[in-house]
């Protein structure tokens, strides 16, 4: 007959049989690297003749890999190849180069890396499949040499608010770096949209955007879609984004 010690005694036997199987269900913890190991397992320039021209980092940098030539900003740059030349890169209006010289953009020769951070903001690499596409030209950042591209300005802007443009066509990577979501509003014929100029990031098709006097908004018409940088959470929508147009 087994006294309260006796009970006490099986249930604590019995409860360490437990824990010693559940013991032995655990993962054992991975090991932990050799430095060496760290170091080439996690590179940002891998030795890939087939990586794309334009890549974003696991945190949303930009990478920049020039085999040959290559057109990007450099501000907000954290590291870069030093066999790498740059030259400035003259603008060029209805497909011929003019004596202004991009204030942002640069030509980068040679073959190497470039990585450039997103900061408080977000890269969109986007490839072109002979597309016809205008962005507004401080949200360009990188696009190939491959593609064809001259600079304008926005209808209507001139004297109002000016808005450079840079029209990019043809096959080849481009890269937007904007401060919220980037999306697209279809725009037809029968449905024009108004766009407030302060998400207003560009098109691609048969759009036509006019900008009128006293009004932050865009009348966008035509065939195509119009680019949109949406608020991301956390930032205030402001009177920029919402509310009705005047």
């Not at 497909?95 to 942002?104: E, H, K, L, T």
């Not at 006293?214 to 009177?239: K, N, Q, T």
Request: with cysteine.
């Amino acid at each position: 007959m087994h006294g309260p010690l006796g009970a006490f005694g099986a249930a604590f036997v019995g409860a360490g049989s437990a824990l010693l199987s559940s013991a032995d269900d655990v993962t054992a913890p991975a090991p932990i690297p050799g430095v060496t190991d760290f170091a080439f397992g996690r590179l940002l320039n891998p030795d890939d003749a087939h990586a794309a021209p334009l890549s974003l980092t696991a945190e949303g940098h930009l990478m920049v890999r020039v085999r040959g030539e290559m057109m990007s900003r450099t501000d907000a740059l954290l590291v870069c190849s030093e066999n790498l030349e740059t030259r400035p890169l003259n603008r060029r209006m209805q497909g011929r180069a003019v004596p202004d010289v991009f204030r942002r953009l640069v030509s980068l020769e040679g073959e190497g890396h470039m990585v450039l951070s997103r900061e408080d903001e977000h890269f969109f690499p986007l490839q072109l499949h002979r597309d016809l596409c205008f962005f507004i030209e401080h949200y360009l950042w990188a696009l190939e040499a491959t593609l064809m591209w001259d600079v304008g300005q926005l209808p209507g802007s001139r004297g109002v608010r000016e808005m450079a443009l840079v029209r990019a066509a043809g096959e080849g990577l481009l890269a937007l770096r904007i401060p919220g979501e980037l999306v697209a509003i279809k725009i037809a014929g029968e449905r024009p949209y108004r766009v407030h100029v302060a998400g207003f990031i560009g098109w691609v098709g048969n759009v036509v955007p006019r900008m009128e006097r006293d009004v932050p908004y865009l009348h966008c018409e035509g065939e195509g879609a119009v680019f949109v940088s949406l608020p991301s959470s956390g930032r205030p929508s402001g009177p920029a984004l919402g509310g009705r147009p005047s």
